[in-house]
């Protein structure tokens, strides 16, 4: 089992490798590649998650596509210039990973702790088949004063309670990372096919300023049952 500290920013995954290993971009010498790995929900369907790793942890693997891995790492982001306007990227940032057997693909892991602050006004609103939804985007810190911009979701009685959350609020938050599918129409009238990534949240705290957790929102199994099988 791999061990790993939590920080503000966690992200524990297994899955298995659908893509080629592709290289990224190169940073101070370091190289660093990228790959797909398929994560089953606890329904039949299954979310589909970009991972970027470092040309150091890959030479002990060898050709990892079709392998089942235990990867331990953090969400982050950035900004990619595209189509005139600037688009928020987000990747798993491989920090540790060690292959697994296919039993463990099972167990549809697929968690996230994220601790940061609300850095926009929270978006309620119902789905046309009358879930509430709320729309978070949290800025996570991490080293060399950098931060990491994630949007989340909320459900449920969750959901009416993050309407009420402000810009600069302190929050804690568990969920999963989950890929989303959606028709994009160009100005062409092309239409693609694109994926977001969003946080699907099921436990939410609020801190105070002395480190005090003062909320816990928790979320019934059914909210979540239902959310893993629902589809915006």
């Known amino acids: 089992m791999i061990e790993h500290k939590i920080e503000n920013n966690e992200v524990i995954l297994i899955g298995k490798v659908i893509s080629d290993v592709k290289f990224s971009h190169k940073v101070y010498g370091e190289g660093f590649y990228s790959f797909d790995l398929q994560i089953p929900r606890l329904s039949d369907s299954y979310d589909v998650l970009p991972i970027t790793i470092s040309e150091r942890l890959l030479p002990s693997y060898g050709n990892i596509q079709g392998k089942i891995l235990e990867l331990h790492g953090q969400l982050r982001s950035y900004n990619q210039y595209s189509e005139g306007k600037n688009r928020l990227i987000l ?13 463990e693909l099972s167990k549809s892991k697929n968690h996230i702790y994220l601790n940061g602050y609300i850095c ?31 949007p989340c979701i909320t459900w449920g009685r969750t959901a009416r309670f993050s309407e009420s959350l402000l810009v600069g ?25 694109k994926t977001a990534y969003e946080i699907s949240i099921n436990k939410l705290d609020v801190v105070t300023e002395d480190n005090e957790q003062v909320e816990m929102i928790e979320q019934e199994q059914q909210e979540i049952k239902e959310e893993q099988n629902y589809i915006i």
């Open 169 to 193: 609020d302190h929050i804690q938050v568990w969920g999963r990372i989950q890929s989303r599918v959606y028709q994009k129409k160009l100005e062409t009238g092309e239409t693609v096919v």
């Open 91 to 103: 990747t798993v940032f491989c920090l540790e990973m060690q292959e697994v057997s296919v039993g």
């Open 120 to 150: 926009k006004k929270p978006i309620y609103r119902t789905t046309p088949f009358g879930r509430e939804i709320t729309d978070l985007h949290l800025a996570v810190n991490r080293a060399y004063h950098k931060s990491d911009y994630i």
